[in-house]
C-alpha cells in the first residue's frame, strides 16, 4: 500500500501488532482517519450534511491499513473504529466498498459497541447482519460491505481478508448503497435509500 | 469439511457467530477437542507423557472449525482455545501445521493468556514469537505454526486464514519441530526438539 505501516511490520518472517481489545487501538500502528469531508453526498441529508460540516470537521471512523502485500495467498489484518453519531437520522456508516476482485470473502471479529453490517451484492440482494461486541461476521463474496454504528460507544472490529481481495470505494460513492440505516422513535429502522442509483 | 458447523452457517449470505471475547467459546457454534491421546509422540518426554495419559485423557486445547468452503476467495475464521500445562516440562502446544498451499499466510488475534506462536518453514527458518492477550498476529506464508501456552490461564485466539489453503498436519507429526518451549527456572526457554527428523 505504501503506507508506514509496510515499512513497520516484517510480512516475510511475521510481527505482532497490540490492538486494545476494547478501543481496537494500537499504540504502534499508523491510523487513518476517515473525516466528514470526505464523505460528502453519502449521507441521505445535505442540509444536515452541510450544517454539520461548517460546525467541525469530525472523524467518523479510524482504521488501521496495515500494508499488507496485495497478493495472492496474503491476509490483510487490521482494525477499524466507528465514532458513534448521526446525520439527520442517519447513523454514522463506514464509506463501505466492494472488493476488487468481487469473488473475495471477510472475516470480521467485533470487539465492543453495537450496529451492524450492512452488504449488497450487484445482483440487488442485500443483508442489515446486526452486531454486537464478541460476534463474529462473515461477509460472503461478491457483497460490498458497510458497518452503521446504532450505539452510544465505538463500533469495534478486527477484520481480515485475502491480499489479492482489493478495494473497490468507487461503485459505491458513485451508485450509494440500496439501504439506510436511520433512527426512528429511538431505534434502528432500515429504508430505501432515495439517493440510491 | 462436513462438519455439523457447515451446516449451521450461511457462507452464501453471512452470518455472525458469537465467541466470548475473553473465553473464546461459542454458544452456537460445535468445538472440536485435541486430547492427550491425540498427540501420541509429539511430547519431549515420552514417559511423562505416558504417566501423564494414564492419570487422565485430558484436554489439550479446542477450537472452533466453522465448515468454511475450501475454496479460492473465502476466508475460513474461528477461535482456538490452548488451555494451560505441562508434559514434563514443556508447555502444552497446538498440534501446528503447514498450509496444504504453502504460499498462504494467516490472520490471528489473541484475546486473552499468553504465550507463542512458534513458526518454521522448509528451509529451516523459525522463529518464536511472543504474543499475549490484545495482540494481533501475522502468520507468514510458507510458516508452519504452532501456539504454544506458556501462562497459567487459556491461551485464546481468533484466527482467519484463505480457504484454499489447507491444513498439512502430516509433515509436522513425522517431522516435528525443530525447537521446544520448556520451563526453565519458572520461565520459558526455547531448545532444540531431540525428536526432530
Redesign the interface.
Known sequence: MGNKNSEI?????????????VTGVSKTAVPTSRKLSQMKGMFADDAAYAAALEKEDTVVYDFYEMGAPES???????TSILHPGKIGDEYYFTKGHYHS?L?????Y?C?SGEGF?L?ENPEG?W?A???K?????????R?AHRTVNTGKTDLVT?F????E?GHDYGTIETKGYRKLIVERDGKPEIIDNPKWK
Open positions: 511490520f516484517d510480512y516475510v518472517r511475521g510481527f505482532t501488532c497490540d490492538f486494545d481489545s495472492e495467498g496474503e491476509i490483510a489484518m487490521g476482485k469473488d473475495t470473502a471477510e472475516a471479529y470487539m453490517m452488504i440482494d443483508r447482519i446486526p452486531m461486541g464478541g460476534e463474529a461476521v462473515y461477509v460472503p463474496k457483497y478486527f481480515a481478508f485475502g491480499g481481495a
